[in-house]
T-cell receptor
Framework: AQRVTQPEKLLSVFKGAPVELKCNYS??????LFWYVQYSRQRLQLLLR??SRESIKGFTADLNKGETSFHLKKPFAQEEDSAMYYC?????????????FGRGTSLIVHP | KAGVTQTPRYLIKTRGQQVTLSCSPI?????VSWYQQTPGQGLQFLFE???????NKGNFPGRFSGRQFSNSRSEMNVSTLELGDSALYLC?????????????FGPGTRLLVL
């Protein structure tokens, strides 16, 4: 069963517009949730994690346990935000974790 | 510090062959995880090693195996290759847990099975 759902494969916005990349998860315990990003011709890298509750590059993500969501938001998109974004759930198991990544959302920010 | 390195970067094999991929983690990182990335299935977890022990594994057949050496370098092996094994194989290292902390990804090894 899919545990992490990113409903949009592609999200296209204009520079300066607000952005929300959706992530819904299925997990009954206390999840470890992350957003990873892959810019063109770069490696997959961490953008932010829910436990740190910080803003990175203007992005924030709030864990909503009631709606089991961890949407990524930015009030004003920039062209350099164009990338592939992956939501990831790390489920505790045997002293470690089993990660599940969403299929990803491609964000394109037009000038 | 140097990032995660993977060798080789590209590989072409034929069905039935076996392949070994290598991953060198960031210095000091003891956990190494492996993933398979395909257009159809996305990024899927293969297994995670810590201190030479496999701690978790994903839902892949036994043809996929791995190991970790005392210097934390890791290898994964795929035996009896199938066309569907064509994918980008990513390895990621982290300092301790392999999951709850930040994972640092390598550039990947692109495997093509003919």
């Amino acid at each position: 069963a899919q545990r992490v759902t990113q409903p949009e494969k592609l999200l296209s916005v204009f520079k300066g517009a607000p952005v929300e990349l959706k992530c819904n998860y299925s997990y009954s315990g206390s999840p470890e949730l992350f957003w990873y990003v892959q810019y063109s011709r770069q490696r997959l890298q961490l953008l932010l994690r829910h436990i740190s509750r910080e803003s990175i590059k203007g992005f924030t993500a709030d864990l909503n346990k009631g709606e089991t969501s961890f949407h990524l938001k930015k009030p004003f998109a920039q062209e350099e935000d164009s990338a592939m974004y992956y939501c990831a759930l790390f489920e505790p198991s045997g002293g470690s974790y089993i990660p599940t990544f969403g299929r990803g959302t491609s964000l394109i920010v037009h000038p | 510090k140097a990032g995660v390195t993977q060798t080789p970067r590209y590989l072409i094999k034929t069905r039935g062959q076996q392949v070994t991929l290598s991953c060198s983690p960031i210095s000091g990182h003891r956990s190494v995880s492996w993933y398979q990335q395909t257009p159809g299935q996305g990024l899927q977890f293969l297994f995670e090693y810590f201190s030479e022990t496999q701690r978790n594994k994903g839902n892949f057949p036994g043809r996929f195996s791995g190991r970790q050496f005392s210097n934390s370098r890791s290898e994964m092996n795929v035996s009896t290759l199938e066309l569907g094994d064509s994918a980008l194989y990513l390895c990621a290292s982290s300092l301790w847990t392999g999951g709850g902390e930040t994972q640092y990804f390598g550039p990947g090894t692109r495997l093509l099975v003919l």
